[in-house]
């Protein structure tokens, strides 16, 4: 059974930073391309980020260049999304999800952590 759970989110003020970790499970990590995506009410799903299987296939959205970075520990089954100088606008639930790497749709998904950013 795949699992993928998200964790690292919380109230935080403007300005802050948080690292958001998704651990996958029941998969070949190394075969699955992890992104990290965020929505909220009445607005569509943004991909926010994403991670291959080597530093060479990363992918960080523009809306958050320079703020966010993402990273992958393949020993830990594990992808991080490091964000920092929050933003209320980027109040969110925030999901991983995971495709093989040779294919487009996003198989698995996680629960979801809730950022939310205070001004």
């Known amino acids: 059974q795949v699992q993928l759970v998200e964790s690292g989110g919380r109230l935080v003020q403007a300005g802050e930073s948080l690292r958001l970790s998704c651990t996958a499970s029941?998969?070949?990590?190394?075969?699955?391309?992890i992104a990290w995506f965020r929505q909220t009410p009445g607005k569509e799903r943004e991909l926010v980020a994403g991670?291959?299987?080597?530093?060479?296939?990363?992918y960080v959205a523009d809306s958050v260049q320079g703020r966010f970075t993402v990273s992958r520990d393949n020993a830990k089954n594990t992808v991080y999304l490091q964000m920092n100088d929050l933003r209320p606008d980027d109040t969110a639930i925030y999901s991983c999800?995971?495709?093989?790497?040779?294919?487009?749709?996003?198989?698995?998904w996680g629960q979801g952590t809730q950022v939310t950013v205070s001004s």
């Open positions: 029941g998969l070949r990590f190394n075969l699955y391309y």
């Open positions: 999800a995971a495709r093989f790497f040779s294919q487009n749709n996003y198989t698995y």
């Open positions: 991670h291959g299987r080597n530093a060479y296939i990363k």
